[in-house]
Structure formats: C-alpha cells, structure tokens
C-alpha cells in the first residue's frame, strides 16, 4: 500500500485527509498520464458516483484537473462500481474513475481508478500519482485552446449497464416476490429497474438517497432492516447491496442471513455440477468461514486462498483462469461477465441457482455448516509492530495449538484504518470470544492499543 491508494484505492474523510485538491491532483496527473499514449494528447476518462454529498465536490474536482490536462469527460452520474468497470471495457475509454467509500459513512469517501482493462489502477501508476501530489516529480503542463479537455453527459452508460444486466438473467421471475434494500446509495438507480423489468414484484427499502443517508443503518452492513422484510411480507428472497453497489448480501424466505461464503457455496456448488465451474475451484480470502471449506470437500471441489480484498481475489481468478471468487463481506466476483464485484450481477446469478434448482433459498445449504466466528477490531499505533510482537505472535500460536482442526484464529491488518483485526472460529461462541479476549489482552497489556 502507498502514502494515499490503499486496497481499493484513495480513501479518507472528505476534506481532512481526502481533500478537493487531492481530487484535482489526480485528475491532473491521469489526464497527462493517459493523454501521452495519444498522438493528440487526448485522453477519455469516464467518471462515476456514488449518493453521498461529498461526491459531487469531487466529481468536479476531478473533472477540473483532467480537463486541464486535456482528457475528455464523460459523466455516468449516480451509478454502481461495477458499471464504470464495464463501460470502460465496452467503450474503450482510457480509464474510469468512481467515486465512492463503499461501505463506509456518509463523511469519507474514495477515488477509485479503474485502468482500460476494467481492472483497478496498477500499484506503479498509483505511486506516480502519490509522487506528484507530494510535489516529488516536475509540474506537468496545462492543456491550451483547444487543447483543453471537454465534459459530455454519459447517463446512457449506465443505462446501457442496465440492458447488460437484463440479458444474464437465464429466467423470468414471474411470481417471485423480491426484496431489495438499496443502502440509499449507488444501486437505487439500477436494482429496482432491473428486478421488475424482468417480472418480479419488488419490494424496496433505503431507495431515497439525500446525501447523508448512504450506509446509515440499512443495505449489506445493516441486514436487520431486510430482514423484518423479507419476514412481514413474506417474500422468496432479499438483496442487500452497499453504497457503491459492488458487494451483495442476501435473506432466505425465513430471515437467515445468507453471506459472501454462502453465496460461493451455493453458486460454486450450481457452476460445478454444471460443468461451468473453471478447474472446479472457488477462490477465496483468508477470511472465509472454515465451514466453507469443509462443505467444498465434501463436494469435491477445489478453493484458494487469497489476502483479504477482492482486488486479490481477482488477480488470483485471472492468473489461473478460475471463474468464481469472492470474500465473506459479498464482493463476489463471476469473471464470465464483470472484472470486479457486482452486486446486483450477484444477485442475478443468485436467483438463477434459485430458480434452476427449483428449491427455496434456504435449502441450497442444508449441507453448509457454518462456524461460529468473533472479528474484533484493535486501533492501534503502529500495525506492523503490534502484528510482528514475539509476545502477540506467542499468543496467536498458544490459541492455534488449542483449536487444532476444529477452529482457527487470523490475526491482520486493516487494509485502510490503523486497525488490527483479530479473528477466532471456533465449535461456539463461547470459545470464539475466550480466544479473541487472550490475543486482545496481550496486544494492550504490551502498549499497542491507540488512545
């Protein structure tokens, strides 16, 4: 990870540590970047955005320092991560930028660089951009006369992301009663659209975006509010999605909570037995549920292992040529079709699975056993430090040697917060909090935890 770009790109708290001129730095330097590979000098960036208010004062920031390079604008507007990835690819822009925090509050939020591929930006060109914001390269020159860059509204991407949408689904779903809970962010503009357009009747929550709402309380991170719903009214099944619409959660017909790992289950377990499951192998990160991976034997199907982040998952699927991926949290990668997490794709492929199989959502694991597990989160001074303690790493061992093949613990880093995570899977909720509370203790009691 660089100064500013992290796991998924420049996050911080809009303008204390992620500021309008930082935005206009970057937009600088990829509209200069991109524009030398033309003979015109010409670059032609896509910008997408998620609801939260911050988003425009950056989207325009943006939009400044490209033009001033002489890159081409073109705004999809409010839109999923997942549809700037794919209008990159299909209109051959020279990169695509979202603007986003995902999950997080209102009050932070991201640049995220898609490159031409529809991949996130490569770590070489993140740290020239972190060189010339820190004034450590030469000024780069302004575009002149006509030079200068020009803004074209590009709503149509999205909608034409919708259409691609429309055309995965292998069903109609006539009569199948859907919830969907927006989180008021990116997805209110796509999931409704696409559910009913392809017959079902929809039920929506956390679809009126003001701003500040995105994440509060409700979508993939606040399932509670599904939950009562897909309960009082009795539907087939719910979707959540996060702010940027590039992860998914779902609620079976009796409120249970179905996860990333679940979903790879259910949707590893479909591919394989219809041949269409790439070496027959599920890949994903050192933070899915142990029961996972003993469901997967048992079915005889291969997985990795990847670090946590579906940036990895998907360097991982694209070096072997695997077909599905994900992580516990719902970015869920399906290669065939999208080069990044696609809510509102996983769900798609989550109905397909419901509707071939003929079978309610909560009987696709009936064969999953999912173990207890505690995550607690550590601030802390110095990551690295805490992690490498001889006394923390004695810690973690004393608790390995006492799970044995019947639970684990994961002690790591926090890709974007100065935060240890310390993780326990254990046969109950007991041990989990027993286990996770001794590693906890040692990182305190030797001065790691920041006031």
Partial sequence: MGKYFGTDGFRGEANVNLTVEHAYKVGRYLGYYYGKNHENGKASVVIGKDTRRSSYMFEYSLVAGLTASGADVYLMHVTPTPSVSYIVRLDDFDCGIMI?????????????????????????????????????????????????????????????????????????????????????????????????????????????????????????????????????????????????????????????????????????????????????????????????????????????????????????????????????????????????????????????????KKVKASELFRDLKIYPQLLVNVKVNNKQETREDADVQAAVRKVEQALGDEGRILLRESGTEPVIRVMVEASSDELCKKYVDEVVRVIKEKGHEAE
């Avoid at 999931?191 to 409700?218: M, R, S």
């Fill in 100 to 356: 986003s925090a995902s999950h997080n509050p209102y009050y932070d939020n991201g640049i995220k660089v898609i490159n031409g591929q529809g991949y996130k930006l490569e770590g070489s060109v993140e740290e020239e951009i972190e060189a010339y914001i820190d004034g450590r390269i030469p000024e780069i020159p302004f575009a002149k006369r006509e030079a200068i860059g020009r803004t074209v509204d590009y709503a149509m991407g999205r909608n034409r992301y919708i259409g691609y949408l429309m055309t995965l689904a292998t069903r109609s779903y006539k009569n199948k009663r859907v919830g969907l809970d927006c989180a008021n962010g990116a997805s209110s503009t796509v999931a409704k659209a696409v559910f009913e357009a392809l017959g079902a009747k929809t039920y929506v929550i956390n679809n009126n975006p003001d701003g500040i709402n995105i994440n509060q309380n409700c979508g993939s991170t606040h399932i509670e509010q599904l939950q009562k719903l897909v309960k009082d009214e009795k539907l087939d099944v719910g979707f959540a999605y996060d702010g940027d619409a590039d992860r998914c959660l779902a609620v079976d017909e009796n409120g249970e909570v179905i996860d990333g790992d679940k979903i790879l289950y259910a949707c590893g377990c479909y591919l394989s037995e219809k041949g269409e499951l790439n070496n027959n192998t599920v890949v994903t990160t050192v933070m899915s549920n142990l029961g996972l991976y003993k469901a997967l034997d048992k079915k005889g199907i291969a997985y990795e292992k990847t670090a946590v982040g579906d940036k990895y998952v998907y360097e991982n699927m694209m070096a072997n040529d695997h077909s599905l991926g994900g992580e516990q949290s719902g970015h869920i990668i399906f290669s065939k079709y999208a080069t990044t997490g696609d809510g509102v794709l996983t769900s798609i492929k989550m109905m397909e699975v419901i509707l071939e």
